[in-house]
Nanobody
Framework: QVQVTESGGGLVQAGGSLRLSCTASGRAFSRFATGWFRQASGKEREFVAHISWSGGSSTYLDSVKGRFTIARGDAENTVYLEMNSLKPEDTAVYYC?????????????????WGQGTQVTVSS
């Protein structure tokens, strides 16, 4: 059984930064592809970033390219999302998810393990 936990959300002013952390217990999460998704109030969940199990490749939503960075931590089973130059439109609940087959996918329905989410609020 894999349990995924996100942390690091909060309230920040526009232009500020946050670092979200995703940790997992159970099976070899470090061998999973990992994605970050977000869901704003009244909207569908959308892909934000993805990193391969090796950390060698990553993919980003166009609107966050150059501002967000996804990376694997030195600690096993940890993935970070560094968010800079935050905008009010980045406000959402952010979710971390694991994909055990290593697919580079942006589809949330292809991720098997999900955390409960962490709220990010960016004020203008």
């Amino acid at each position: 059984q894999v349990q995924v936990t996100e942390s690091g959300g909060g309230l920040v002013q526009a232009g500020g930064s946050l670092r979200l952390s995703c940790t997992a217990s159970g099976r070899a999460f470090s061998r999973f592809a990992t994605g970050w998704f977000r869901q704003a109030s009244g909207k569908e969940r959308e892909f934000v970033a993805h990193i391969s199990w090796s950390g060698g490749s990553s993919t980003y939503l166009d609107s966050v390219k150059g501002r967000f960075t996804i990376a694997r931590g030195d600690a096993e089973n940890t993935v970070y999302l560094e968010m800079n130059s935050l905008k009010p439109e980045d406000t959402a609940v952010y979710y971390c998810a694991g994909e055990p087959w290593g697919r580079a996918t942006i589809r949330p329905d292809e991720y098997e393990y999900w955390g409960q989410g962490t709220q990010v609020t960016v004020s203008s």
